[in-house]
């Protein structure tokens, strides 16, 4: 089951570590621009903090898993089970958000695939 962990946090990892990045890295107005509207209604820290956190679950959906089936660390391997929960949650209030700015009827498709996956890695790593 630690290698369904892995396989499932790979694309978890790639999908929110492109996210925090470009949202660490650009300005407001490009994300605006890049069809982010609702990081003109929030605060600056509020976006960056946002994507520490989505850096932050990336490796640890990844790190997690690899140092349990690695090292044998099974506290990582929590870790890593926690790390896919707190993206299923920012998954979650990103759908509410999008549900509130009337926006979810464009965005769903990735909005639940994203947190599915999310859930389908917490339970996977939590079992392992």
Known sequence: MIYASI????PLAFIFWGAGFNKLTKSI????????????????????LIAL???AG????????????????TWATFLGALAGAGL??????A?????????FKYTYKMNIAFLLLAIAHSVVTFLS
């Open 7 to 10: 396989l499932l946090g790979l």
């Open 29 to 48: 107005d490009d994300l605006a621009a890049a069809g982010m509207g609702w990081t003109k209604e929030i605060p600056a820290w509020v976006v960056r």
């Open 53 to 55: 956190l989505e850096i």
């Open 58 to 73: 990336a490796i640890g959906v990844v790190a997690g898993p690899v140092a349990g089936l690695a090292l044998g660390w």
């Open 88 to 93: 299923a949650a920012t998954m979650l209030v």
């Open 95 to 103: 759908a509410i958000m999008h549900i509130a700015r009337g926006e």
